[in-house]
């Protein structure tokens, strides 16, 4: 019975890590979007985030 719990909690431990690894990278592209469509940060042609040299605070 015991053994029944150790795998439980290791199956809930690796849900647990990839339900937060995925809302961090969620939670991180959403804010570059909002940054993006505010014009507060700018991509090159690489891709690459650079501020935005026209954006005034």
Known sequence: MFEYF???AICMAGASWTAYNQGVRQGTETMLEIL???KIIAFDEQGNI???PFFDS
Do not use: A, M, R, S
Request: glycine share 0%; net charge neutral; proline share 11%.
């Open 50 to 52: 650079k501020p935005n």
């Open 36 to 38: 993006h469509e505010q």
């Open 6 to 8: 150790i795998v439980f």
